[in-house]
Nanobody
Framework: QVQLVESGGDFVQPGGSLRLSCTAP????????LNWYRQATGEQRELVAT???????TYADSVKGRFTISRDNTKNTVYLQMNRLKPGDTAVYYC?????????WGQGTQVTVSS
């Protein structure tokens, strides 16, 4: 069973920045559509950002202009740069890789934004 591995979650004050990373031992992420989701306590999981194999990016309205998704195929890694963080961004962030019928997830990394 392939599992993605996220890192970079932390406790940060409002207005701060974090960069999440996700890598995938055993598979080549280059051909996958890669997504970052998040799930706050008591809420449904929501799609935050997507980058396709061709490099096209899309974002949830709530993070547009603050978050940037990127991929480094040489490092087999996808990133989520999060700036101007707000308390409402507090959640467990999950990395997802999708290709045809393949759908792989990470275990999640906690981001807490609080003063």
């Amino acid at each position: 069973q392939v599992q993605l591995v996220e890192s970079g979650g932390d406790f940060v004050q409002p207005g701060g920045s974090l960069r999440l990373s996700c890598t995938a031992p055993g598979i080549t992420l280059r051909v996958y559509t890669l997504n970052w989701y998040r799930q706050a306590t008591g809420e449904q999981r929501e799609l935050v950002a997507t980058v396709t194999g061709g490099g096209t990016t899309t974002y949830a309205d709530s993070v547009k202009g603050r978050f940037t998704i990127s991929r480094d195929n040489t490092k087999n890694t996808v990133y989520l740069q999060m700036n101007r963080l707000k308390p409402g961004d507090t959640a467990v962030y999950y990395c997802n890789g999708a290709l045809a019928t393949r759908d792989y997830w990470g275990q999640g990394t906690q981001v807490t934004v609080s003063s």
